[in-house]
């Protein structure tokens, strides 16, 4: 199993432009979800979703969008990016909805905004 | 304000000495969970604690959940270089896992 991959690892944007984070699991997740970390602030969720064609707003939701077509995918599109989503991306997922579920993270994608 | 707040922020120490970092809430979980992360990957899940007062040993790390199920703590015993990371709390709120701010940990040799 590869489990939680993101793509890519690093990446630089201008003002304005737009993207999508890619993110993949191979576990037969049912819940995956997108969060962003930065300095002193933890890990912060975006969005997230129960199961595919299902999502639903985090904390910080503002400024991306997201969409679950197929159980393994889950991509974060930025429409418009600005310098305030400088920061490291973080894809994780998770078999259920039970307290005890380990929740398993990507490595991360770095993003810059310029 | 955080759901969880975790202290200390940072902590500095020398190899072989001991710290405890907490992770508190004026809310009460059905459980808590502690990560690990190292630079330049994602957290990694340590324990899950599910039980008020329920105390979890994992080598020189020892976990406890607070008996009104409102806080966490983590106890190293003889840190050493490889513990050094930054350590989350977690817990589940509406289905979702809401994290601590993390405490940097940095042991030196």
């Known amino acids: 199993n590869a489990g939680v991959t993101q793509t890519p690892k690093f990446q630089v944007l201008k003002t304005g432009q737009s993207m999508t984070l890619q993110c993949a699991q191979d576990?037969?997740?049912?819940?995956m979800s997108w969060y962003r970390q930065d300095p002193g602030m933890g890990l912060r969720l975006i969005h997230y979703s129960v199961g595919a064609g299902i999502t639903d707003q985090g904390e910080v939701p503002n400024g991306y969008n997201v969409s679950r077509s197929t159980t393994e995918d889950f991509p974060l599109r930025l429409l418009s990016a600005a310098p305030s989503q400088t920061s490291v991306y973080f894809c994780?997922?998770?078999?259920?909805?039970?307290?005890?579920?380990?929740?398993?993270f990507g490595p991360g994608t770095r993003l810059t905004v310029l | 304000t955080q759901l969880l707040e975790q202290s200390p922020q940072f902590l500095s120490i020398q190899e072989g000495e001991n710290l405890t970092v907490y992770c508190n809430s004026s809310s009460v979980f059905s459980s808590l969970q502690w990560y690990r992360q190292e630079p330049g990957e994602g957290p990694v899940l340590l324990v899950t604690v599910v039980t008020g007062g329920e105390v979890k040993k994992l080598k020189r790390l020892t976990f406890q959940f607070g008996d009104a199920r409102k806080d966490s703590s983590l106890h190293i015993t003889a840190a050493q270089p490889g513990d050094t990371g930054l350590y989350l709390c977690?817990?589940?709120?509406?289905?979702?896992?809401?994290f601590g701010q993390g405490t940097e940990l940095s042991v030196k040799p």
């Open positions: 576990m037969n997740h049912e819940y």
């Open positions: 994780a997922s998770r078999f259920g909805l039970a307290g005890s579920d380990t929740q398993y």
């Open positions: 977690a817990g589940y709120r509406g289905g979702k896992l809401i």
